[in-house]
């Protein structure tokens, strides 16, 4: 599938980008080269294969190197302000932010 100027045109006016007519010629360029690695990688037999949840599950075991997701609280009071000063409001160290729901 080749992509054409209309189509580049098209994907720059939802991007909500301005491309010169060298630019429109480069983007076109580029998606079409893109496609192509798309339909390249959509040719290979991959019957048999497992999926991975992640590409170095394959060489080594994942879960060993990432670490949990939990917060460590501030070495000292100091260091808790100096984290805090740069907070549009706070209170009691916890940041305040605008009501989104209401």
């Known amino acids: 599938m080749a992509i054409t100027q209309q189509d580049v ?12 007519p060298g630019e429109t010629a ?3 360029h580029d ?11 959509q040719a290979v037999d991959t019957a048999g294969v497992e ?5 170095l599950s394959a060489h080594q075991e994942i ?5 949990p997701d939990a917060a460590a609280p501030t070495s000292t009071l100091a260091q808790r302000q100096a984290l805090m000063a740069n907070s549009p409001a706070e209170d009691d160290g916890l940041f305040l932010v605008p009501t989104v729901i209401e």
């Open 9 to 20: 045109a098209r994907i720059a006016r939802l991007a909500r980008i301005e491309l010169s």
């Open 26 to 28: 480069r983007a076109q």
């Open 31 to 41: 998606l079409d080269g893109m496609l192509g690695l798309i339909e390249k990688l």
């Open 51 to 55: 999926p991975m949840a992640h590409p």
């Open 63 to 67: 879960r060993l190197r990432l670490r």
